[in-house]
């Protein structure tokens, strides 16, 4: 059997979850609360996932899909290596702003979640990795070991994500994620070489 297609009725209930998901958590939420907050059948629930954790995934890569895709957008019109690596980090911290603490804790919580911003983050790395490479390759970029500075750029990005570095740091996410294009930008371009990173 083929899986039916989605309406456009359940495509507005997912953005609305989306909504609640983003502001209050869900972890604590029952398909009850869910129905109540959105006023729908448990039915209607059960038609987008059969099931509180597979709802919750559904949202989360959701989520995570429709922010990407805002963000690519906004790439795709940059000029260079620097302002695509500046316009993505921006893009991320506006992507990510609107998510509160409670649903930022809740996707860690959830295995099933925790892969979706696990891949996230991988994701995040590979595309600064291809900007640094974009860069190098024509000459606004000091030769670096590209795969080494984009794992690290990874976990200042999972580490921004997860609000461990913006708590400790006492910053926004926003603000988080201007440091790093900061702190990006100006190792890439400094003056100076290092030679154990050349050809690397």
């Known amino acids: 059997m083929t899986r039916p297609r989605p309406t456009a009725r359940h495509a507005a209930l997912l953005e609305q979850l989306l909504g609640l998901f983003l502001a209050e958590g869900f972890a604590e939420a029952t398909m009850d609360d869910f ?115 984009a794992e690290m750029a990874g976990w200042l990005i999972e580490g921004i994500q997860s609000g461990v570095l913006g708590a400790r740091a006492g910053v926004s996410d926003a603000v988080a994620f201007s440091v790093l294009a900061d702190l990006l930008l100006g190792g890439l371009t400094q003056a100076g070489t290092a030679e154990s990173c050349r050809g690397l």
Do not use: W
Request: a positive charge.
């Open 35 to 149: 129905a109540a907050r959105l006023r729908c059948s448990k039915s209607t629930l059960y038609a987008l996932a059969p099931s509180k954790e597979q709802l919750a995934l559904k949202v989360v890569v959701h989520f995570f899909r429709t922010a990407t895709e805002r963000i690519e957008k906004r790439v795709a019109g940059a000029a260079d290596a620097r302002e695509r690596i500046a316009t993505y980090l921006a893009g991320a911290a506006e992507e990510l702003g609107v998510a509160s603490p409670l649903f930022v804790a809740d996707v860690a919580a959830f295995p099933s979640t925790r892969a979706v911003y696990q891949r996230n983050a991988k994701a995040a790395a590979d595309r600064i990795r291809a900007f640094i490479l974009e860069g190098v390759a024509d000459g606004h970029f000091r030769a670096v070991h590209t795969t080494m500075v």
